[in-house]
């Protein structure tokens, strides 16, 4: 007999169906992995929804009866985005897939039958960061530690600091660092109310270093 409201991400709002819900307010964005070939990273940016990703967040509602939605945009902008988002693969970086076909020996990559393949300069970044970590050689081949690497359900850089943590008997403090690295920083926060949130973090802060405030 209440009304409920359901605030979703992007990854919770595909993965979910929610009954009895009879309206949803689009924002028409999401937050969007995508890396950047410049700064060899991957970030998290605020993108635009392709027309098939707004069309599926109308679908949200009116399962069970009747149902509104409603777009915080322009019938104009709709008409402007793209029909369809662009495939991960083409916006991630590769390393993780690369190292998981090369243990799989599923042949080289450029004869993968991808559907969308990605392209040459990522695929290019991928195994020289690969090759940096000493998960391949300079022949694009599998070694010891890439094979090992390659088992464990993380990041390759990440899994490259747990191996030599682990070689160096440092695997306790190497796990610490592995997860503080693995998530985003628990330093970041939201809200107006910034100040008060600067002072609860000082509670942990340790002037020695951001380890020590992590442990």
Known sequence: GTTR???????????????????????????????????????LQIEKISRAAANQRAGRCGRVSNGICVRLYSEEDFAARPEFGEPEILRTGLADV??????????????FPFIDAPPAKAV??????????HAV????KLTADGAA??????????????????RTHALRE???VAAALSVVDPREHGGDDAAAARERHEAFADARSDFVTYL
């Not at 050689?137 to 694009?140: I, T």
Request: no cysteine.
């Open 124 to 133: 290019s970044d991928a195994y020289q960061l690969l090759q940096t970590l």
């Open 149 to 166: 690497m390659a088992r464990l359900p993380v990041d390759p850089r990440i899994a490259r600091l747990l191996l030599v943590a682990n």
């Open 174 to 176: 190497g796990l610490i």
């Open 137 to 140: 050689d300079a022949d694009r």
């Open 5 to 43: 409201i359901v605030l979703a991400t992007n990854v919770a709002e595909t993965s979910l169906t929610v009954p009895g819900i009879k309206y949803v307010i689009d924002a028409g964005l999401a937050r969007v992995n995508r890396y950047s070939p410049r700064a060899k990273v991957e970030q």
């Open 98 to 111: 690369i190292l998981r076909l090369e243990s799989l020996r599923l042949g080289p990559i450029a004869e």
